[in-house]
């Protein structure tokens, strides 16, 4: 059994389904990404874990206990929100010692806990300031100490980087692994980005409309994604929609309505027939100049550049094949350099049959718009 269970839980405020049947679990020690767009229950999920909302059916677990109606008070937990919620009238040191002085803890156990918090998130020295004396990196450091001071039997963070900028919140994501790391205290992480998820979380659950709908490791859930909109959602992917055409020369394949045939492979059973998306990723596609040497595999197509994109550390190209199906290729740019291609260049893509995942289209059979 995993140490956080959280199994078939729903929650409704009035009509409105906020959560719907989702189950969810992470191991001792894990951190368990919850990712979604904006409105999909993930925010609401972490509450119910915190025990700020009562679940409406299913059951939550921590550590083997049900804990669904369990005040939270009583559940020692660390959480930190998006937008910190630091006391402004109150110092750094303040700050991260309030909830120890909720418990009542000494005075001298709680100045060494405090200090080594502080230390943990390497804030020595700033412990007199106040909040507003503080960048929104170290107002974040702040948030994460009071959280773990208490040594929680488990932490919440909600959206905790979201209003860095892309350098800091790539620094204080490697800083909040390390400190989870050296703790190994379960985590649950909540965010929108994609990227985050990928890099911080031990388990990735992927959040839809209320509904879990797919749960596994960020390799699993990158790699082999099961539904339409995880193939949409995380990672930049081409996403072609078709018809399974069964197995040709021991090949999946798809068939667009374009005629465009690609073939890969599949994760789970399929009819001929059955609607169906190829997920390729854009990192995954060669582009070349057409007119030279002839490219071998089955996924070759000829095209034209419609449009380039310099991103910095790759360029990428989007491109026309067979007429109307787009193909995106992010291609890096040390190799872009050596064979430079611009709009309106005639070229051909191509992908090998293992980097053309094709999984049944879920937009087309049970209406989910993906």
Request: proline content about 5%; some cysteine; glycine content about 10%.
């Amino acid at each position: 059994m995993s140490w956080l269970e959280f199994r078939n839980v729903s929650k409704r405020f009035g009509a409105h389904l906020a959560v719907d049947d989702a189950s969810f679990s992470a191991d001792e020690g894990d951190i368990v990404c919850l990712v979604g767009p904006s409105g999909c229950g993930k925010t609401t999920a972490l509450r119910m874990i915190a025990g700020f909302e009562t679940p409406t059916s299913g059951e939550i677990r921590l550590g083997g206990r049900e804990v669904s109606n369990l005040p939270a008070h009583r559940r020692n937990i660390g959480i930190t929100f998006q937008n910190y919620a630091l006391f402004p009238h109150m110092t750094v040191e303040e700050n991260i010692a309030f909830g120890l002085r909720m418990r009542r803890i000494g005075r001298d156990e709680t100045r060494a806990r405090v200090a080594n918090a502080l230390a943990m998130v390497r804030l020595d020295g700033l412990e007199a300031r106040y909040p507003s004396q503080l960048s929104g990196g170290q107002q974040q450091r702040v948030a994460l100490a009071r959280a773990i001071v208490i040594e929680p039997v488990m932490l919440l963070l909600d959206e905790p980087l979201s209003n860095l900028d892309a350098k800091l919140r790539e620094e204080m994501r490697v800083e909040i692994k390390e400190i989870q790391s050296r703790l190994r205290i379960t985590t649950v992480f909540v965010t929108h980005d994609q990227e985050e998820a990928l890099t911080i979380s031990d388990r990735i659950a992927v959040m839809h409309a209320g509904r879990v709908i797919q749960e596994g490791s960020p390799v699993d859930i990158f790699e082999r994604p099961r539904h339409s909109f995880v193939a949409g959602f995380i990672g930049q992917s081409n996403l072609l929609r078709g018809v399974f055409a069964g197995t040709v020369d021991g090949r999946a394949a798809l068939r667009t309505g374009n005629a465009v045939e690609l073939f890969g492979r599949t994760i789970r059973p399929m009819e001929p027939g059955t609607p169906a998306l190829a997920v390729i990723r854009h990192s995954r596609v060669e582009v070349r100049p057409g007119g030279g040497p002839a490219l071998d595999g089955p996924n070759v197509h000829d095209g034209r550049v419609e449009l380039v994109n310099y991103l910095g550390e790759s360029i990428q190209y989007v491109c026309a094949v067979g007429g109307a199906e787009r193909i995106i290729a992010s291609v890096p740019i040390a190799a872009a350099r050596d064979v430079p291609l611009e709009a309106g260049a005639e070229i051909a893509v191509s992908w090998r049959t293992e980097d053309c995942l094709l999984i049944e289209d879920a937009s087309r059979v049970d209406g989910d718009d993906a």
